[in-house]
């Protein structure tokens, strides 16, 4: 979502702010600004670039925040944009989240006779500070954040008290990076690495009072609270492009590296097992498993779907998908033998968040599978797998998707060999998860022809995919790539369903991406696209390595080599992240941040 960066020190801080932007702005990017203390607000719509155009020279001071904005409240405009001001132009906030109450406290406000120029909450959260100011920031935050019903980041800075930035959590993450010159906070470890590797992460209901040699960390009411310094484990490198035109192919081109570092350490071969670490007091919960619920949004969520599939047929644990926009808000049968399992690339996703913690007040046991350490997600589940996927900045989520599947795979092993899963199997998955990166590599390799089949593609307006078992979600995954990566409507279907509705859309300018593994329902899917031809629709296919029969059916096929039935979907959907990744870049589109969206959704 939107990004916040502050620095307190002795170093002059405006281009260090407008740095730290630009390492947040794939969080956001319709607008920015900051503010330093004796300067005043900047601020610019569009990217970052606009806003480091407009700060012609540098701005002397040694403090300041800043911030990077996707829109909720009022459109992308300049007044829209942070850090916003108090009535009397002493007070800046910048602010990450949503206030729920801020009409009310608008209404409020108005009668007071303070007028708004912003169609945001954050105004109305500034003015609020403003009007509890009197002479002392964290005081006048303290009272606020009592008045004040929502989720939010945020940091605050006053002209009378230059030396000092406050902030606040409360269900909008935030970090504070201890500097020998000073410190940081900023909404994302990502931003803080360049500068130091040690942090502080915030937990909701914490706020923290900054200054350029020390920082107090206390509960709103004031209370003092302890907090221990952690180590960021990864460089600044791995958040670089490497040569890459997008972090999007980088990302891409880094899935067998990021497989491997998911495998790292985990894989017991001669036992076949699995080791996880961080589930091994919970293995008698897991294997013991009525029902595991799998929640997620987006791309995590598919993931989740394939795993249901990996989940029932190997380790014989019924499992259901929810959304977790969906589950957080509906009827949960409770069952003290079923557990919540989140699945999340940021650990930050509001709704998976919210659905964690519901079934934490259920009495269920929660787990995830998160790639940035230190996350809220990561944080509050009683125990988890981390991805190890390394740092991932485009937009749309490839190898932690990818790497989230080969993490099921492995929670399949390791509840399997509890439960059904013989040794033979066992060792037969382990060796099948250790061939994958090579099996990508020959994926990747494909890339030009990838790229060819791409042009040819590029002029269609809409797409279906198809598949069957573990491939029906993968449909859905590839056909929401191509949707927010090129902007063409692209829907996902099961093979089985088409006949139900979606055939009638097909003709000649209706194309259809089908998967078609050799697997136990080959046979089912290759009816379908005879069933697609008969209609004239152009149909892609992605096929096993040799498999004449498709290729006699269908107008393009990319090949992929036949593997392990369990690591198939992972090896078939990597070149459809290409296929759009190439639609995206023909169309002239900036692939890493597709309009409207944002990495990680921290509001409901
Ligand atoms: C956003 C991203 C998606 C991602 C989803 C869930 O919509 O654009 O790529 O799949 O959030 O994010 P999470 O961080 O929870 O995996």
Redesign the pocket.
Same mark, same amino acid.
């Given at each position: 979502m939107c990004g916040i960066f502050g620095y307190i020190g002795t170093r002059t801080a405006s281009p260090i702010l407008v740095e730290g932007l630009r390492t947040l702005e794939y969080r956001g990017y319709d607008s920015a600004g900051i503010y330093v203390p004796g300067y005043g607000a900047v601020k610019a719509v569009g990217p970052i670039d606009n806003l480091a155009k407009k700060i012609k020279e540098t701005i002397p001071g040694t403090s300041g925040i800043a911030h990077t904005r996707w829109a909720t409240h009022g459109a992308p405009t300049e007044t829209n944009a942070h850090p916003h001001t108090d009535q009397s132009g002493s007070i800046f906030v910048v602010h990450n989240g949503i206030i729920e109450n801020y009409t009310l406290l608008k209404e409020g406000l108005k009668v007071q006779g303070i007028t708004f120029e912003s169609d945001t909450d954050t105004e109305v959260l500034t003015k609020l500070i403003g009007i509890n100011y009197s002479g002392d920031l964290l005081e006048a935050v303290q009272r606020t954040l009592r008045m004040v019903q929502g989720t939010y980041g945020l940091a605050v800075m006053s002209e009378h008290e230059p030396e000092k930035i406050v902030v606040a959590r409360m269900g909008s993450p935030l970090v504070i990076g201890i500097c020998e010159d000073g410190n940081i906070i900023a909404s994302d470890p990502s931003a803080i690495v360049s500068h130091t590797k040690d942090v502080i992460y915030l937990d909701d209901g914490d706020m923290a009072l900054i200054e350029k040699d020390s920082y107090q960390i206390m509960s709103f009411e004031g209370r003092g609270r302890e907090k221990t310094t952690e180590k960021i484990e990864w460089d600044l490198e791995e958040i670089k492009k490497d040569g890459y035109d997008h972090y999007l192919l980088k990302e891409i081109m880094e899935i067998p590296k990021a497989i491997e570092n998911t495998l790292r350490g985990r894989l017991i071969p001669d036992k076949g097992r699995v080791k996880l670490g961080g589930l091994e007091k919970h293995s008698d919960k897991l294997s013991g498993l009525h029902r595991l619920t799998i929640v997620?949004?987006?791309?995590?969520a598919y993931a989740g779907e394939v795993g249901r599939y990996i989940l029932e047929e190997y380790a014989g644990v019924p499992t259901t998908v929810e959304l977790a926009s969906e589950y957080r808000y509906r009827t949960n049968l409770k069952d003290s033998k079923s557990a919540v399992l989140a699945? =999340?690339? =940021?650990?930050? /996703?509001a709704d /998976?968040l919210a659905a964690i913690r519901l079934a934490k007040k259920q009495g269920l046991g929660t787990f995830g599978i998160v790639n940035v350490v230190g996350s809220t997600i990561a944080r509050e589940n009683d125990a988890g797998v981390y991805n190890h996927a390394g740092p991932e900045v485009s937009?749309? =989520?490839t190898k932690?998707v990818i790497s989230q599947i080969t993490v099921l795979i492995m929670l399949a092993v390791f509840i399997g060999r509890e439960r059904k899963m013989s040794l033979e199997d066992g060792k037969d998955i382990i060796e099948a998860l250790q061939s994958l990166p090579k099996e990508i590599e020959k994926v990747l390799e494909q890339r030009e022809e990838i790229e060819k089949i791409a042009k040819k593609y590029a002029q269609f307006q809409n797409f279906v995919f198809i598949g069957r078992n573990n491939h029906s979600p993968l449909a859905s995954e590839a056909a929401l790539k191509l949707k927010e990566i090129t902007y063409i409507h692209a829907e996902g279907y099961p093979g089985g369903e088409l006949k139900h509705g979606p055939i009638a859309l097909l003709d000649e300018k209706f194309p259809v991406v089908a998967f078609a593994p050799q697997d136990h329902v080959y046979e089912k899917i290759v009816s379908n696209i005879e069933e697609i031809k008969a209609r004239k629709a152009p149909v892609l296919a992605i096929a096993n390595t040799g498999d004449d029969q498709v290729s006699h059916l269908v107008d393009d096929v990319i090949y992929v080599p036949k593997v392990h039935p369990i690591i198939q979907s992972i090896v078939s959907i990597v070149p459809t992240y290409l296929l759009a990744y190439y639609i995206g870049i023909e169309k002239g589109y900036n692939v890493d941040r597709p309009r409207n969206?944002?990495? =990680?959704?921290t509001v409901e």
């Open positions: 997620g949004c987006g791309s995590a699945i =999340s690339q =940021s650990g930050e /996703t /998976t937009i749309a =989520s932690a969206l944002a990495k =990680s959704v």
